[in-house]
């Protein structure tokens, strides 16, 4: 019996799923759906149900039509800012007039207006939601309070108001009528609902959306399940599983499709209930990697906005369902999360009545999506992903602060990022009672073909993480610019969350081989937080040393470090250690002061207390410092004796015992094999170490540095300088 076959058998009875028989589901088919991919050309009159059709082909009275072209509209309208633009929007009512679209230039366009500044009042403006992040149609054009003509017919016209940077308007501008056929006479079809343009090249296609609805919410009511047989079923908006104890199987997940190219939202929404199986479904949005909306920073320089959601599709979203498997589901072309969880979980006072328990993932894949493939924007447990593919997502594989993660056995690439746990934003004290991203990441393969910036990256609030036995293959820099995309990262960056702490990196070999032969910048395995393992792991570069590639790079001010047992070979800088610099941001008091760049720890942490400061103004050390404490609520830092601190300055914290245990690990061929320029400290210890030339033949010492180390008992062979 193989090892897939226990695990679909294991799940199968963790789940206490048995054998559904026929007579438990409803047949979509029956409930009305019609699983046809079949359109045809129409011509529409204005104000008229009545449509005319080059052929009938499959369509049937009662069944849900769309119509292309002939339904003018604007929907979504908002409001934002000009505080965070997610606690602030709301409807746009009457602070902007829109006119002019006919539909005669395309069927959905999704615009954004941006006030850049407010004196004199400008704007910035697109109509393809920011493609790659600074496509703008316009900037700082003027705001008239008249109308101005933008794009595709669209006119707006702003009201006389305070107009501030960070103020956003957007809105869509549609031609699709979503109606039903009411009657059929010859070549004429009777609609519910009227035109409000008069076109001869319309497109009517079947919606089954309204009649998967309603099968869906009988079969919550009877108690039974839903299956759909192999077809093509377009639904222009999402599904709806509320509250519910269901299982919603498609034949096979080649040739049952959900088609939500045409509309907004999930193809299901899972909303509470004790349990949902969806298994054996294709999902074909409308935006992939190539159309990706872009991120960008609003001109108020304060905050960022992800226009994705504003003409948003995606696979599967969750939302408190306690028990959840996805299994042999395969989507492509989602614009937003593609598999989104968001819902309440446990704190540190209590748990709700429901939340989301268990989320499975089996033999999925995401393609050519637009976000991320798999996303826990919530602290829902145990979200397990298992044999999986994630090939081109515009962010990342996954990403999530979810308690009891296990990522394992799958196959990613070509991603923003692949894995990222943690990712949490927020300081509640609830994490230092029941943490959050505990994970294992397991026998993953990961290949660098593509966009790489991280293949396993742990930041913000995770803790308690297995990183092992995973492999990197070719994993090269295709970034444009000079960042140095990481393998493995455990990162300590708050970026206002709290660090990353207790991690361990074993077992994982990482080849960062540039197949063309490209000698850019990247990092086998990186870290910055505190209480790390990293061990038996091989990081290489096939043939010749690559000069600008690092093997391992330890930064402070992380404490309680061991790497051991590690292979390195043929990089050009093979373990390296450096200090971490901050800079102040503001002076409350001469002993007070704000500052970015250190991790912003915890209130059970060490807080910095007696630890060391080097001070600098520019690359100049003007003093030594002392921390007499960091307050973990207000994030000041506070000095032992007070000290003319400036805005600007720059600020390398180490402790006085960093306990970092560096042995017996093998580093050969690399052009500067050990770097310590780390501060160090009296347990700082590097012992036991293998450090061999190789075939560099420029190599010529094999450790450099200034920092604080006890050396010991190290191997050096090859070199004339040691």
């Not at 006030?115 to 008239?144: C, M, Y």
């Not at 409000?196 to 309204?210: I, L, Y």
């Not at 792991?537 to 690092?550: E, F, H, K, M, S």
């Amino acid at each position: 019996m193989n090892s897939l076959l226990i695990t679909t058998i294991l799940l199968a009875l963790s789940f206490g799923l048995a054998p559904a028989t026929a007579a438990d589901f409803l047949d979509a088919r029956d409930c009305g759906a019609s699983g046809s991919k079949f359109e045809t050309i129409a011509a529409t009159t204005a104000g008229s149900k009545q449509i005319t059709v080059s052929n009938v082909g499959d369509f049937k009275v009662g069944q849900g039509v769309t119509v292309s072209r002939c339904n003018v509209q604007y929907h979504d309208a908002r409001l934002w800012g000009p505080a965070s633009p997610y606690s602030s929007a709301r409807p746009l009512g009457d602070t902007v007039e829109i006119r002019g679209y006919d539909g005669s230039t395309g069927g959905w366009f999704v615009f954004i207006l941006e006030v850049e500044q407010a004196e004199p009042a400008t704007f910035r403006w697109s109509d393809n939601l920011v493609l790659h992040g600074n496509e703008w149609a316009g900037r700082k054009v003027p705001i008239t309070f008249d109308w101005q003509k933008l794009s595709n017919g669209i006119e707006i016209k702003f009201k006389r108001q305070d107009w501030q940077p960070g103020h956003m308007v957007t809105f869509s501008a549609r031609d699709q009528l979503i109606s039903v056929v009411e009657k059929i006479e010859g070549k004429t079809l009777t609609l519910r609902d009227a035109a409000n343009r008069t076109a001869g090249d319309a497109v009517v296609r079947h919606s089954d959306r309204d009649a998967i609805q309603a099968a869906i919410n009988r079969a919550i009511r009877e108690k039974r399940n839903v299956f759909f047989p192999a077809g093509h079923y377009r639904i222009p908006g999402g599904l709806v599983v509320k509250e519910a104890a269901i299982q919603i199987e498609g034949a096979d997940g080649v040739n049952t499709v959900l088609d939500i190219s045409g509309g907004n939202g999930a193809c299901f929404s899972l909303i509470g209930g004790p349990e949902v199986t969806i298994r054996n479904f294709r999902m074909i949005g409308h935006t992939g990697l190539a159309d990706a909306p872009g991120a960008f920073q609003m001109s108020n320089k304060q905050h960022s906005f992800w226009p994705s959601a504003l003409k948003s599709c995606q696979a599967v979203t969750f939302k408190g369902t306690e028990r959840v498997l996805i299994e042999n589901v395969h989507a492509s072309q989602m614009s937003a999360e593609c598999f989104y969880s968001q819902g309440p979980g446990r704190t540190g006072q209590g748990e709700p009545k429901r939340y989301t328990k268990s989320l499975t993932f089996l033999r999925c894949s995401v393609t050519d999506c637009a976000a991320n493939a798999f996303n826990n924007n919530d602290v829902a447990e145990n979200t397990t992903i298992l044999y999986c593919r994630v090939d081109g997502a515009g962010w990342q594989a996954y990403e999530g602060p979810g308690r009891f993660i296990k990522i394992i056995g799958n196959y990613i690439r070509n991603n923003g990022n692949g894995v990222w746990v943690g990712s949490m934003n927020s300081r509640s004290e609830d994490f230092d009672k029941l943490g959050c991203g505990q994970a294992i990441i397991a026998d993953n393969v990961i290949e660098g073909i593509g966009r790489n910036y991280h293949g396993i990256w742990v930041e913000r609030g995770a803790s308690q993480v297995v990183i092992a036995n995973n492999l990197f293959i070719n994993f090269a820099n295709n970034l444009p610019g000079g960042y140095a995309p990481r393998a493995i990262e455990v990162s300590s960056n708050t970026d206002p969350g709290l660090p990353a702490h207790n991690v361990t990196v074993t077992g994982n070999i990482i080849d960062l081989t540039d197949p063309e032969g490209k000698s850019k910048p990247r990092i086998g395995i990186k870290v910055s937080a505190s209480g790390t393992i990293v061990s038996n792991n091989q990081i290489y570069v096939r043939g010749a040393c690559d000069p600008l590639v690092t093997g391992i790079s330890l930064s402070e001010p992380a404490l309680d470090v061991i790497v051991h047992d590690n292979l390195i070979r043929n990089c050009g800088r093979g373990f390296v250690t450096d200090p971490v610099r901050a800079k102040i941001t503001e002076v409350i008091d001469p002993t007070t002061f704000l500052c970015l760049g250190w991790p912003d720890e915890s209130k059970l942490s060490h807080r910095y207390r007696g630890w060391n400061v080097a001070w600098l103004r520019g690359d100049r050390v003007v003093g030594q410092l002392s921390l007499a404490d960091f307050d973990p609520v207000t994030l000041r830092y506070r000095l032992t004796a007070p000290r003319e601190l400036k805005v600007g300055d720059q600020l390398e914290a180490f402790p006085p015992s960093a306990n970092w245990n560096l042995h017996d690990n093998t580093i050969t061929g690399c052009l500067q094999p050990v770097v310590l320029d780390a501060h160090g400290s009296d347990t700082s210890l590097f012992r036991n170490n293998l450090i061999e030339r190789g075939g560099v033949t420029n190599a010529t010492q094999a450790i450099t540095g200034s920092g604080r180390f006890k050396m010991s008992d190290n191997h050096i062979a090859g070199f004339d300088k040691k």
